[in-house]
């Protein structure tokens, strides 16, 4: 599987005969044309962890894909999807409301995407996504986690794999806050970014790694 990030929440999952988008993000320009990230994107699938702007912009993805919105179990072009529900914050949904983890079982490996998780996971939550091999975790606080709280639910989850996304790289190239707190909450140095990361079931590493991807 390759996964590339097309930048916040958005990532591409390109399988064997599977490609699969999260979270397609609203154009930010004042046009009525899709963001050029996407428009060249033709998907199977997208996943919506919550309809707010900036996570739901389906009519950007090409290809006439199946939209999955929510809890439940689905399965799509023998792709397995598990949506999880969540919050948006840690006060049940009151200030931004509900928010859906997926869990992504496709060709071998077991990818969850946390969507904008606000909270730490209940044990039921745990449960479900303590089988991904590959996380992807928001970093920037405010209306989700922060750099601090993504660690903890690292450490709850385990996986082989973790990619940062939900924060922003800066125009001049330094990293941003969110980012170097995230390193020091896990421990880690700098990490250099690469444009994307391949991995199969047997690739995965035996300890586990840091992942930065450069937005596409």
């Avoid at 900036?54 to 999807?81: A, D, K, M, T």
């Avoid at 948006?88 to 998780?117: A, F, P």
């Avoid at 989700?144 to 709850?156: G, P, R, W, Y």
Wanted: glycine share 8%.
């Amino acid at each position: 599987m390759e996964i590339s990030w097309l930048g916040h929440s958005c990532f591409q999952l390109r399988g064997k005969n599977v490609n699969l988008i999260t979270d397609p993000f609203t154009p930010q320009q004042e046009s009525a044309e899709p963001p050029a990230t996407l428009s060249k994107i033709n998907a199977s699938i997208i996943t919506i962890s919550h309809n707010h702007p900036g996570h739901n912009y389906v009519q950007g993805v090409g290809g006439n894909p199946r939209v999955v919105r929510g809890p439940g179990e689905y399965e799509i072009n023998e792709v397995l999807i598990t949506g999880v529900a969540s919050y948006h914050d840690d006060e049940h949904g009151k200030s931004h409301g509900r928010n859906t983890i997926y869990v992504i079982h496709m060709d071998d490996l077991v990818i969850c995407h946390l969507g904008d998780l606000g909270h730490a996971l209940k044990e039921e939550q745990l449960e479900a996504v303590a089988d991904a091999d590959v996380l992807l975790v928001p970093i920037s606080g405010g209306k989700s986690v922060t750099a601090t709280q993504a660690a903890e639910i690292i450490s709850q989850v385990e996986p082989h794999v973790v990619i940062p996304m939900h924060y922003h790289p800066t125009p001049d190239e330094q990293r941003p806050a969110q980012l170097d707190k995230f390193f020091r909450e896990m421990g880690v140095e700098a990490i250099e970014p690469q444009p994307k990361f391949t991995v199969t079931k047997n690739s995965l590493p035996a300890t586990m790694q840091v992942v930065l991807l450069t937005p596409r």
